[in-house]
T-cell receptor
Framework: DVKVTQSSRYLVKRTGEKVFLECVQDMDHENMFWYRQDPGLGLRLIYFSYDVKMKEKGDIPEGYSVSREKKERFSLILESASTNQTSMYLC????????????FGDGTRLSIL | GESVGLHLPTLSVQEGDNSIINCAYSNSASDYFIWYKQESGKGPQFIIDIRSNMDKRQGQRVTVLLNKTVKHLSLQIAATQPGDSAVYFCAEYTGNQFYFGTGTSLTVIP
C-alpha cells in the first residue's frame, strides 16, 4: 500500500512566522501535491510537482511556496503565516504515467494565531 | 464536483441497507473520476474510479455509475455497515488536475 506521511498532525503557529509542512511518500511516485481543505469547500490545489526540482502553481498558490529536493519528499512553506491560512493541509502523491489516482496523507491541521 | 456550500449534504441509512451518494460534475470534457472516503481525523482514501468510456464499474460492495449525458456520478454501497460512516466526495479529472466535490456525510444507524 502507498504510504504518504505528513510530519505533523497538529501545528500551532503565530502570524508572521515561516512555517514548514513536510510530506514523504514511500512508493517512488513521480507526482506530489499539496491541497488545503476548508469546511464547505472541496480540496483546493496549492502546488504540485511532477519531478525533483520541478514545481507548478495550482489554483491558490499565493502566500505559499514549495520545495522538492528529493523524489520522496515535498515540502510546503508558508513564507509569512497569516490567520487566513488556518486550515487542514493534505499532501498527495501519484504515479507519473497517465492519469492516476492520488493517494493522500492524514493531513496537518494548522492553526495560525 | 458537488455544488459548493457551507453545509455538507448528509445521508443517514440503516445498517444493512444500500446507500446511494450522488455527485454532479461540472466539465463535460472530464475523462476520469474517483470516489474518496474520508473518516474523521484521516486523509481521503481511494474507493473506486471510473473512466469516461465506461458507464458502470463495480468493486467490493461498491458500484460507481457514470451518466455523461447529465454529468452525474453516483456511488452505491451495498449492505451499509457502521464502518462506512464517513464523508464521501467525488473528484473529476479535467485539464491537468483533479477537482474535488464538497462531500456527503454518511451516517449509518445501527
Amino acid at each position: 500500500d502507498v504510504k504518504v506521511t505528513q510530519s505533523s498532525r497538529y501545528l500551532v503557529k503565530r502570524t508572521g512566522e515561516k512555517v514548514f509542512l513536510e510530506c514523504v511518500q514511500d512508493m517512488d511516485h513521480e507526482n506530489m501535491f499539496w491541497y488545503r481543505q476548508d469546511p464547505g469547500l472541496g480540496l483546493r490545489l496549492i502546488y504540485f510537482s511532477y519531478d525533483v526540482k520541478m514545481k507548478e502553481k495550482g489554483d491558490i498558490p499565493e502566500g505559499y511556496s514549495v520545495s522538492r529536493e528529493k523524489k520522496e519528499r515535498f515540502s510546503l512553506i508558508l513564507e509569512s503565516a497569516s490567520t487566513n491560512q488556518t486550515s487542514m493541509y493534505l499532501c498527495a502523491s501519484s504515479l507519473g504515467q497517465g492519469i492516476q489516482p492520488q493517494h493522500f496523507g492524514d493531513g496537518t491541521r494548522l492553526s495560525i494565531l | 464536483g458537488e455544488s459548493v456550500g457551507l453545509h455538507l449534504p448528509t445521508l443517514s441509512v440503516q445498517e444493512g441497507d444500500n446507500s446511494i451518494i450522488n455527485c454532479a460534475y461540472s466539465n463535460s470534457a472530464s475523462d476520469y473520476f474517483i470516489w474518496y472516503k474520508q473518516e474523521s481525523g484521516k486523509g481521503p482514501q481511494f474507493i473506486i474510479d471510473i473512466r469516461s468510456n465506461m458507464d458502470k464499474r463495480q468493486g467490493q460492495r461498491v458500484t460507481v455509475l457514470l451518466n455523461k449525458t447529465v454529468k452525474h456520478l453516483s456511488l452505491q454501497i451495498a449492505a451499509t455497515q457502521p464502518g462506512d460512516s464517513a464523508v464521501y466526495f467525488c473528484a473529476e479529472y479535467t485539464g491537468n488536475q483533479f477537482y474535488f466535490g464538497t462531500g456527503t456525510s454518511l451516517t449509518v444507524i445501527p
